[in-house]
T-cell receptor, first 109, second 120 residues
Framework: TQLLEQSPQFLSIQEGENLTVYCNSSSVFSSLQWYRQEPGEGPVLLVTVVTGGEVKKLKRLTFQFGDARKDSSLHITAAQPGDTGLYLCAGDNTDKLIFGTGTRLQVFP | GAGVSQSPRYKVTKRGQDVALRCDPISGHVSLYWYRQALGQGPEFLTY????????KSGLPNDRFSAERPEGSISTLTIQRTEQRDSAMYRC??????????????????FGPGTRLLVL
């Protein structure tokens, strides 16, 4: 069974702080995605990384795909209350997406 | 534009009853996925279709669960003889594969609002 473990599971921080969320697996994925889910809504795609070592930036969010394509990280700079939500990584094994365990982020003003 | 829709949004049923959950994907999307999601956790894969063909049903918990997509568009997830442990949010997603010439860019899944099932 392919598993994607995310850490930390929960994160509560003050506005303006930086944070990093990790997504780790023992399996290799053809691509890896990050989603954000807000209460009562479905997950919404933030980014897809495809190449090992790839780094993508989306405003204050920086996503990195590990060289071996087994892990990824999401770094948020100067977090804002609007960043609050459930962050999910998902690995594409070309058959289906395997979702991570999730990181619930709460940013307080 | 129309996104993925699911119905009903909420379903309360008594233990032992059958329920049918419907998913209407984005028009033209080839793949359709069913997930179950517990609060605060990632979606748990149940099954998926390419067009009308069920490609993988390895995530269905047991034989009380079944899914179909007879015309390659709308899909129905059926749970027979419901049990309290079936209570959960059931989500559907349809997807689009992205390519840049010969380079595979990944699959983007678009999720529906979900059906919250409560089995009493």
């Amino acid at each position: 069974t392919q598993l994607l473990e995310q850490s930390p599971q929960f994160l509560s921080i003050q506005e303006g702080e930086n944070l990093t969320v990790y997504c780790n697996s023992s399996s290799v994925f053809s691509s890896l995605q990050w989603y954000r889910q807000e209460p009562g809504e479905g997950p919404v795609l933030l980014v897809t990384v495809v190449t090992g070592g790839e780094v993508k930036k989306l405003k204050r969010l920086t996503f990195q795909f590990g060289d071996a394509r087994k892990d990824s990280s999401l770094h948020i700079t100067a977090a804002q209350p609007g960043d609050t939500g459930l962050y999910l990584c998902a690995g594409d094994n070309t058959d289906k997406l395997i979702f991570g365990t999730g990181t619930r982020l709460q940013v307080f003003p | 534009g129309a996104g993925v829709s699911q119905s009903p949004r909420y379903k309360v049923t008594k233990r032992g009853q059958d329920v049918a959950l419907r998913c209407d994907p984005i028009s033209g999307h080839v793949s359709l996925y069913w997930y179950r999601q517990a609060l605060g956790q990632g979606p748990e894969f149940l099954t998926y279709f390419n067009y009308e063909a069920q490609q993988d049903k390895s995530g269905l918990p047991n034989d009380r669960f079944s899914a179909e997509r007879p015309e390659g568009s709308i899909s129905t997830l059926t749970i027979q003889r419901t049990e309290q442990r079936d209570s959960a949010m059931y989500r559907c997603a349809s997807s689009l594969y992205s390519w840049d010439r010969d380079r595979y860019l990944g699959e983007t899944q678009y999720f529906g609002p979900g059906t919250r099932l409560l089995v009493l």
